[in-house]
């Protein structure tokens, strides 16, 4: 069975490391020197990293990047770049084609087999 809430849990609590390249140029576009808020990034990744697999914590990257002044941002901007699309790329649109190229038509070649009527919505 799939959980939603569990995968959004998931999810959330790597999204912050994947948004890195993301939040450093928005520190960059607000005024920030990219040698040094990379270099930032680096170290606060790293404690938040260590916060998560060392202690069991919740991932505080956000909170640690809102309370560096060198950033210039403040945590409710950091979490409005927390949407799951915009990093996920091409990946739904591939997976509407793979479903309508490969799978459908696997599935309407063997509906007799399979004794049912299937269809799959993304």
């Known amino acids: 069975m799939v959980y939603p809430k569990v995968i959004e849990k998931r999810l959330m609590a790597e999204l912050p490391f994947m948004a890195t390249e993301n939040i450093m140029m928005d520190a960059v576009k607000a005024g920030g020197d990219r040698q040094e808020l990379h270099e930032k990034i680096r170290q606060l990744s790293m404690e938040a990293g260590k916060n998560v697999k060392e202690k069991g914590l919740d ?64």
């Open 59 to 122: 991932n505080n990257l956000l909170e640690l990047i809102a309370a560096d002044p060198a950033f210039g941002l403040t945590l409710d901007e950091l979490k409005k770049t927390m949407d799951p699309s915009r990093y996920v790329g091409r990946a739904p649109k591939q997976v509407e084609e793979f479903l309508a190229e490969v799978v459908n038509p696997i599935l309407e070649e063997n509906r007799d087999v399979l004794g049912m009527t299937a269809e799959i919505f993304v």
